[in-house]
T-cell receptor, first 110, second 115 residues
Framework: GQQVMQIPQYQHVQEGEDFTTYCNSS?????IQWYKQRPGGHPVFLIQ?????EVKKQKRLTFQFGEAKKNSSLHITATQTTDVGTYFC??????????FGAGTILRVKS | EPEVTQTPSHQVTQMGQEVILRCVPI?????FYWYRQILGQKVEFLVS????????KSEIFDDQFSVERPDGSNFTLKIRSTKLEDSAMYFC?????????????FGQGTRLTVV
C-alpha cells in the first residue's frame, strides 16, 4: 500500500529560527494534507494542497506541493513557542482514508 | 464551531475485557473514521463508515473490532477482547469540507490503557 515518509523525526530549534519538515509519498497523490498535534492533543487540520507545484501560506507557515505531487514541505519562519508539537503530513488512499506520515516533533527553546 | 465529542477521555481495562469507545460526530454528516495512535507513533487508519455502513477497514481492524451507529447519532468502536497492544489513543474523525480543503476533523480522543 501507499507509504508516506516524513523527515526529520525530531527537530529542536531556538525560538526565532526557521523549521522545515519534508514529506515524501511512494505514490502520486491527489492531494496532501498537513496536521498539527500539540503534546497530549489531537491532530488538527492545517491545510490541503491539491495542485502540482502549489504553494500556500498561513502567516508564518508555508506549504508546498511538489511538481510530481509526491512530495511536500512545511516551512515555519521564525518559530515561536506556540509552534511546539508534532506536524504530520497525510495523503489520501483509495479516496476514503488518510495515510499519515510518522510526523516531525518540533521543540522550541525560548 | 463544529465539534466531535469522544467519551470516555481515558479508559483503563484489563486484558481480555471488552471496551466500547463512543463518539458523537457532527450532525448530518455521513463520513466517519476511526484512527488510532500508539504512544509516540503515527496516526493509523482503522475503519471508515459511510451512510451507516463500513466502507473500508485496515488490517488492524480484525474480528476483535466492530463499529456501530446504534441510535443514528452516536458512533461506537468496540474491542471485544482487549490485548496489551491495543493500548493507544483512539480518535474518531468526521470528514468536513472547509475553506482550506477537505479535512479529517478529529475528536479529542480516548486514551485506552490495557493492563
Amino acid at each position: 500500500g501507499q507509504q508516506v515518509m516524513q523527515i526529520p523525526q525530531y527537530q529542536h530549534v531556538q525560538e526565532g529560527e526557521d523549521f522545515t519538515t519534508y514529506c515524501n509519498s511512494s505514490t502520486t497523490l491527489s492531494n496532501i494534507q498537513w496536521y498539527k498535534q500539540r503534546p497530549g492533543g489531537h491532530p488538527v487540520f492545517l491545510i490541503q494542497l491539491v495542485k502540482s507545484g502549489e504553494v500556500k501560506k498561513q502567516k508564518r507557515l508555508t506549504f508546498q506541493f511538489g511538481e510530481a505531487k509526491k512530495n511536500s514541505s512545511l516551512h515555519i519562519t521564525a518559530t515561536q513557542t506556540t509552534d511546539v508539537g508534532t506536524y504530520f503530513c497525510a495523503g489520501p488512499e483509495g479516496g476514503n482514508k488518510l495515510v499519515f506520515g510518522a510526523g516531525t516533533i518540533l521543540r522550541v527553546k525560548s | 464551531e463544529p465539534e466531535v465529542t469522544q467519551t470516555p477521555s481515558h479508559q483503563v481495562t484489563q486484558m481480555g475485557q471488552e471496551v466500547i469507545l463512543r463518539c458523537v460526530p457532527i450532525s448530518n454528516h455521513l463520513y466517519f473514521y476511526w484512527y488510532r495512535q500508539i504512544l509516540g507513533q503515527k496516526v493509523e487508519f482503522l475503519v471508515s463508515f459511510y451512510n451507516n455502513e463500513i466502507s473500508e477497514k485496515s488490517e488492524i481492524f480484525d474480528d476483535q473490532f466492530s463499529v456501530e451507529r446504534p441510535d443514528g447519532s452516536n458512533f461506537t468502536l468496540k474491542i471485544r477482547s482487549t490485548k496489551l497492544e491495543d493500548s493507544a489513543m483512539y480518535f474518531c474523525a468526521d470528514r468536513v469540507e472547509s475553506f482550506s480543503g477537505t479535512e479529517a476533523f478529529f475528536g479529542q480522543g480516548t486514551r485506552l490503557t490495557v493492563v
